[in-house]
């Protein structure tokens, strides 16, 4: 085998990762993306995306593939369009989920509780019975033959 010398270009190098396959999905499939727990979750791979203020980004990815940073530039850029993804589809889809979950027919369990709740509340809202002495009534109309 021939003796080859490797060394790195002058200056430090550093390997990124290309984050722009995935800013590119989250702008034509935002579909395949959800917001849980304080983190853009990609649900086909099940990479998870959390985003600092300062518009930085980790990635947290159950395969090695997220092991290099990512570039600063397209951080910022990623970071940017989950500004907009979250904005313009997120935010209306979980607006909608939140006011037909209000809606939604409840489990047995709850229905049994309204139920008795609103007994409850009927119950209390009743007045007292007045009581009438007998005599302070006008007698009964007598049908005429």
């Known amino acids: ?8 270009a002058p200056g ?8 722009s396959p995935m800013i590119a999905a989250l702008r034509e499939q935002p579909e395949d993306f ?5 983190s853009l979750e ?19 990815a159950h395969c090695r593939c997220a092991a290099m940073e990512m570039q600063p530039e397209q951080s ?17 889809i979980a607006t909608n989920r939140d006011f037909a979950s209000h809606f ?3 489990n047995a369990f709850v229905r049994l509780f309204r139920d ?22 006008p007698a009964p109309a007598v049908q005429a033959e």
């Open 1 to 8: 085998m021939a003796n080859v010398d490797f060394s790195y």
């Open 12 to 19: 430090r190098t550093l390997r990124y990762l290309d984050a």
């Open 34 to 38: 959800e917001f849980t727990r304080g």
């Open 42 to 60: 990609h649900i086909p791979s099940r990479h998870r995306f959390y985003f600092d203020r300062r518009g930085g980004v980790r990635i947290e």
């Open 76 to 92: 910022g850029e990623l970071a940017a369009m989950f500004d907009i993804w979250r904005r313009d589809y997120w935010t209306p």
């Open 104 to 106: 939604s027919e409840p």
């Open 116 to 137: 008795i709740r609103m007994a409850f509340r009927r119950f209390r809202r009743r007045e007292a019975r007045i009581a009438l002495p007998a005599d302070s009534l």
